[in-house]
């Protein structure tokens, strides 16, 4: 978009694997130019299998690669320039890496005061600090594994909720600093951490503890505030979770489903009564919605204001007809040629999707390019490159 809301800001990265990769991928979708300084040969992240295989085209479309040898002084000297002159730093390898090679805050700050440095880290400074972290790790740290799954064995969450959630985080960050920017013409040091993220996620188990006494049983076990908030078994052998979350919704669950004998007790007319109910409750309600097929059940609740929602699958989503329809999936192509669809940050601005380019580039494709912004002549881009400091 020629108006997208961050267009003009240019971010330097420094990242691999998810959670520094999403900072760069929300910016990129707002309009900023992001540029991605990967090691020769490129980023490992692009080669990973298995459950890895998604992380690079999901959080790294959009965005320019330079390929550089921080071990070499040329090398570190083009991503200083790159640094000089960018808005915005993203970074998360283990705690003192870039310092040790000159390209931690304090270094880059007197080179720009106006830069914005943030670090993704796995803790935030303390005892903990020096740790290698990972989603799961901070998942089984900070409470979320034990809640996700049933008592006794831990559970990470279906995705890299951590990951992208201290992105987020990390976004949020930098998005402060630079309206403080506005208003001082100085930069700053933005953190965010994995483990943070977790607590601050499981907050509201912990703030349940403090205001019943008692401590929250792990999500599968939990005592529901409602007494109809489940996953209901269907005629065809198949599934859809339903929730009855206000009285009024109580009121119209009875009349949809034809339940008078459910209706007709007073007492379970308020809702807490129908949660210390829910053992005389759910048997009839289970049966009842058993008698409808899937699409039966969501064609009744459809429009009816109910919570539902059929058990869907991430490779359903390529076909959901409210995405394709309302952009939430754009076209990208994937290294090896392959057409595919995939998600875009879900923000919309003045009724337009936020979404940047959605093309992925090959290690180093940009690197001739970006030289000669930094004002790298012809001869000295070849010296490089045949030095081994870029490719």
């Known amino acids: 978009m020629d108006d997208a809301p961050l267009r003009g800001l240019k971010v330097v990265e420094f990242t691999h694997m998810v959670m520094g990769p999403a900072v760069g991928a929300v910016l990129a979708d707002l309009g900023a130019e992001v540029v991605k300084v990967e090691p020769m040969g490129g980023d490992a992240t692009r ?6 295989a998604g992380y690079f085209p999901m959080y790294n479309r959009g ?4 390929c550089l040898n921080l071990k070499s002084a040329d090398g570190l000297g083009v991503a200083r320039d790159l640094a ?10 283990r705690p003192g890496a870039l310092d040790r090679l000159g390209l ?13 440095y943030c670090t993704e880290k796995g803790f935030l400074p303390g005892p903990y600090e020096e740790r290698t972290a990972l989603d ?9 594994a034990y809640m996700t799954g049933p008592p006794g064995r831990p559970l990470r969450a ?3 909720v951590i990951d992208v959630a201290g992105g987020m985080f990390g976004v949020i960050g930098v998005l402060a600093a630079l309206e403080r920017r506005h208003r001082t013409g100085k930069g700053g040091k933005v953190a965010s951490s ?3 993220t977790t607590v601050y996620l499981v907050g509201q188990h912990m703030a349940q503890k403090a205001v019943t006494g008692v401590a929250a049983a792990p999500m599968p076990a939990r005592v529901s505030a409602w007494a109809i908030y489940d996953v209901f078994e269907t005629a065809d052998d198949d599934a859809v979770f339903v929730g009855v979350v206000t009285d009024a919704l109580w009121e119209k669950f009875c009349a949809l489903f034809d339940l008078p004998e459910l209706w007709a007790n007073d007492a379970w007319r308020a809702n807490n009564a129908r949660v210390r109910a829910r053992d005389a409750i759910m048997p009839v309600v289970r049966a009842r919605l058993k008698m409808f097929t899937k699409a039966e059940l969501i064609a009744r609740l ?10 869907g699958r991430p490779e359903e989503l390529f076909e959901d007809p409210h995405l394709l329809a309302s952009g939430g999936l754009r076209a990208v192509e994937l290294p090896d040629g392959t057409p595919t669809l995939l998600p875009v940050i879900p923000v919309e601005v003045d009724g337009v999707r936020a979404a940047g380019a959605q093309t992925l580039t090959m290690p180093g494709q940009d690197t001739r390019a970006l030289l000669a912004g930094l004002g790298r002549g012809e001869a000295e881009v070849a010296a490089l490159f045949a030095a081994g400091a870029v490719g």
Not at 63 to 66: D, M, N, Q, V
Not at 84 to 92: C, H, K, R, Y
Not at 302 to 311: E, N, Q, R, Y
């Open 194 to 196: 994995l483990f943070e």
């Open 104 to 116: 931690g805050y304090e270094a880059l700050a007197a080179l720009n005061p106006r830069l914005i």
């Open 158 to 160: 279906g995705a890299s």
């Open 47 to 52: 080669r990973l299998l298995g459950s890895g």
């Open 302 to 311: 459809d429009g009816s204001g109910l919570p539902f929602a059929p058990i």
């Open 136 to 144: 799961e790790v901070a998942q089984m740290m900070g409470g979320l």
């Open 63 to 66: 965005k320019k690669s330079i």
């Open 84 to 93: 000089a002159g960018a808005d915005v730093l993203v970074e998360n390898f």
